[in-house]
């Protein structure tokens, strides 16, 4: 039977795991996310992997188990972060590239010279 300290360790595994889950959600549906840093994911990281092994070696099942599942939501943070932020500059290149031709593209009308010596009256 399990005693309360280690429901304790296990409730508490649980939430800090499933704290990732909105995250990862609002990361999914926005596809945004350029608030969370590089360095912080890997910081947090490496910490989650020196707990495990901590746990793993201290044999604490309500640590490794739960810190294995954080590892798991910040891994796949991390994918979606270089997964979107290629994405974007991919999006970026191509708007910057083809500028010129999407002002022609939307304009209702062609482009016309305003009346006098150019655009800005400069001979």
């Known amino acids: 039977m399990i005693d309360f300290y280690e429901l304790c360790g296990y409730t508490?595994?649980?939430?800090?795991?499933?704290?990732?889950?909105?995250?990862i959600y609002k990361s999914y549906k926005t596809k945004n996310m350029d608030d969370i840093s590089y360095a912080w994911q890997f910081i947090f990281m490496i910490g989650v992997i020196l707990g495990?092994?901590?746990?793993?070696?201290?044999?604490?099942?309500?640590?490794?188990?739960?810190s294995s599942i954080e590892l798991v939501f910040m891994?796949?943070?991390?994918?979606?972060?270089?997964?979107?932020?290629v994405k974007k500059n991919k999006i970026n290149d191509i708007n910057l590239d083809n500028i010129d031709n999407i002002a022609d593209i939307n304009s209702p009308r062609p482009l016309q010279r305003p009346p006098g010596n150019g655009w800005n009256s400069v001979p």
């Open 52 to 66: 495990i092994i901590y746990s793993i070696h201290n044999n604490l099942p309500p640590i490794y188990i739960c």
């Open 12 to 23: 508490a595994g649980v939430l800090f795991a499933s704290g990732f889950i909105p995250q």
């Open 75 to 85: 891994i796949i943070l991390i994918c979606m972060k270089i997964y979107y932020s």
